[in-house]
């Protein structure tokens, strides 16, 4: 035994029968009779952006790893729920998936990754429960609340069936949309209808204090009480549920769900104030699930909430490499020891007298059950006495503990006398108790080492034989806003079969204020190097390439940093600085003084600014144009077909990522052809990491 081991054993005193006397003992007991909500699961978000997207670009069988280390019962995190976006084409947080409907009569259900992630989830456990809302959608929808946007669900929900087998277990009404009780009507009819009606509908998902303003409509309105299965509101460890309100829902008998807690922590105090969530979600605001924003960081770094909600970093499929964060540790200690259709235990469900707390959960078929508790706030170590009455289980319970040290460790069991047992805590730790077994802490040891995305990198699009086998999605791309998708050549007589266009040809009802349309790869690193594509430009097109980018927004809001040079079918070649969302108010006086603040280096004023514009000759609509960016210290320089155009000195940024843009207008958004992306280093610069890219399996 090691001496961790024999440290926390001699903490916890002794596993002692009977009862532990003294002031600091608090005692609990525990029955299969008590009173306790169904509990309905824990787990995470997949979405509020395009948070898994670098997953799919994995190798095996680090791909697989993953979604094993996430999904997997009794393995790592052991996830019973996971919320799903229904991708709407709009920004979300952290960019923008593609939409099964981009327009009025499209319906393409291999679209995009998610069928993939939700197909392998339940591979994994056959009892995960699938959730899913929207963030954003089409245009063509027309508002949030429409017919339309129940029809665009509807038929969502009949391609995960009929084209993937799989079952969807409830659906939200909108993420921190507002509420419409119409629109609840109008969808759990149609749901009933048309063969989903054993979908629960729950509503609203907002947030802040007036997210649950809807209960006195459901009191007065008993049609829009009966469409709504289950009350679900964002964020209680912010804001809790209040006793009026609880009360109010269990008179209309509905349970509570969490369809988006927010813990933004580092290392362990992730892990810890993860559980802190699960237990006082359920002690004060009675809900019976609770989804955390969000499961795996597939996504760059420099993109907003790219590490420390995750539970798991998985950056760079070129190279293999993740990262297990602590977090993922703290969802095993209830994924592990919980199933769905459990019970709380109401009277083993507490605010511990020195800090902390504690949630006892049943199997109501077994009598099995588990204990978990946690002591972030306590300040010195309690004993907790507990006393197992009739319908549970007998015998030894299986004990796992994290603390800062060490995560998810394996201690002694804990074998009750004479129905109870006494128990004591340390500050600044979890611990989780049950009379299951099979718990693991799993991992895998050959995860491969980090490495630069390698340069130089072309890709074509010729390797995409069968664009739906990848979702319609190249590798290593990341959309911020719009959709940049394979689809087939327009010319494919004078060029290559295959490339990718910006399919979104409408602003969409996005759930973030929008910028231009662009996609972003590579590394935050890079200084030198030059990004090109070949570009092909429907009549009033415009599209670009980008560099140097580092900057893309807070989440709320995507605009970018870095530079961009675009073309439009007239022949006008522009070269761009970005500088991230203009705030007027830092533009102060006349224009003298404007272009001083501008010019200064200790201010970052947002906005774009042209640096250099030219009139390229023989340019027109449905032609294929090269355009290259070339970054070489300060001096930025672009090209057309090969021509230098345009030229500019300009250091205000150094180093960032590469992308392809597509300039929105007020009324309109461009969908441009891409084609024949290069991106490779200049000057001294010297070829980052291997050219050699893993072999990568399709999706679909």
Known sequence: MNTRSLLIISALTLIMAGSVRGADVQTVQISAAAKGGIFEGIGAVNGGGATSVLLKDYPEPQRS?????????MFGASVSTMLIEVPGDGNSTQGSMPSHSHWRGDANFQRGYMWWVMREAKLRNSALALDATAWSAPAWVGNFWSDDMVDYYIAWMRGLREVHGLELDAL??????????????????AMDERGFGDVKLHGFGNWGRSKLDFLQRMQE????????????????SEVPMTAEQRAIIDQLGKPVWNSEEHVYRPGFDCLISIVKCFNENYIVSGATRIINWYDIAGVYPLEPYSHDPAMLLAREPWSGNYTVREALWGYAH???????????????CVKLDGGGSMVTLRDPST???????????????????????????????????????????????????????????????VYSLSTTTGQQKGGFADVPASRPFPLPYHDDFEQYKDMAAWGYLPHYTADLIGCFELVENPTPKSHSSRCIRQTVGAHTLSWAPEWHHYTILGDSAWRDYEVSADVYLNPQDEAGVMGRLCDVGSGYGVWAKGYYLKLDDQGRCTLILTRGKLDQKELIGDKEQQAAILARKDVEIGGEYTLVEAQVAGIAACQWHNLRLRFLGDQITGYVDGNEVVKATSDHYRKGMAGLIVPQHERSISTPYFDNLRIAPVGNTQPRGSQNLPTIAPIG
Request: include cysteine; charge should be positive; hydrophobic fraction near 35%.
């Open 172 to 189: 939200g009404c909108h993420n921190e949309k507002g509420w419409n009780d119409k629109f609840a009507k109008n969808m759990r009819r």
């Open 334 to 348: 209830y994924g592990q020891f919980t199933h769905l259709g459990w019970r709380y235990v109401d009277g083993g």
């Open 65 to 73: 790893q993953i979604m094993d280390l996430v999904f997997k019962p």
């Open 221 to 236: 309105d008993k049609e829009f009480a009966d469409a709504l299965d289950v009350v679900c509101a964002h964020t209680f």
């Open 367 to 429: 009598g099995d059950y588990s204990i978990i508790i946690e002591t972030k706030d306590a300040k010195q170590e309690q004993t907790i006495n507990v006393k197992v009455a009739g319908g549970l289980k007998k015998g030894k319970l299986c004990l796992w503990t994290s603390d800062a040290r060490a995560q998810f460790v394996r201690e002694q069991d804990i074998t009750p006398k004479r129905g109870s047992f006494a128990l004591t805590v340390k500050p600044g730790t």
